[in-house]
């Protein structure tokens, strides 16, 4: 069992930037990948980004590339999403998961890969 729980969220004015937190708990937290996902009103939950066990791999959507950065700290059970130059169209619940049985053939991009979801945490961006 993994508890995901995130944190950071709120109301920024576009072209800020906001940092997201995620802690977990339960099983190795540096023996599976974590990632980002978001889910806009009315719209299906989306990837946003994924990083390896051991962080040496990371992938964005396109969407966010350039402007978002995902890191995480297997000490102390974290992962983060690093929001900038932030839009109106980023407005969305966020999600951090778990995917326990990641490999590099994996389809990190869909949610069914994943085992262990948060909360969700609120992102507001106005214009």
């Known amino acids: 069992q993994v508890l995901l729980v995130e944190s950071g969220g709120g109301l920024v004015q576009a072209g800020g930037s906001l940092r997201l937190s995620c802690t977990a708990s339960g099983r190795a937290f540096s023996s599976y990948a974590m990632g980002w996902f978001r889910q806009a009103p009315g719209k299906e939950r989306e990837f946003v980004s994924v990083?390896?066990?051991?962080?040496?791999?990371?992938y964005y959507a396109d969407s966010v590339k350039g402007r978002f950065a995902i890191s995480r700290g297997n000490v102390r059970n974290r992962v983060y999403l690093q929001m900038n130059s932030l839009k109106p169209e980023d407005t969305a619940v966020y999600y951090c998961?778990?995917?326990?049985?990641?490999?590099?053939?994996?389809?990190?991009?869909?949610?069914?890969?994943?085992?262990?979801w948060g909360q969700g945490t609120q992102v507001t961006v106005s214009s």
């Open positions: 990083i390896s066990p051991t962080g040496a791999g990371i």
């Open positions: 998961a778990a995917d326990l049985r990641y490999s590099s053939g994996s389809d990190y991009t869909n949610a069914g890969e994943y085992d262990y």
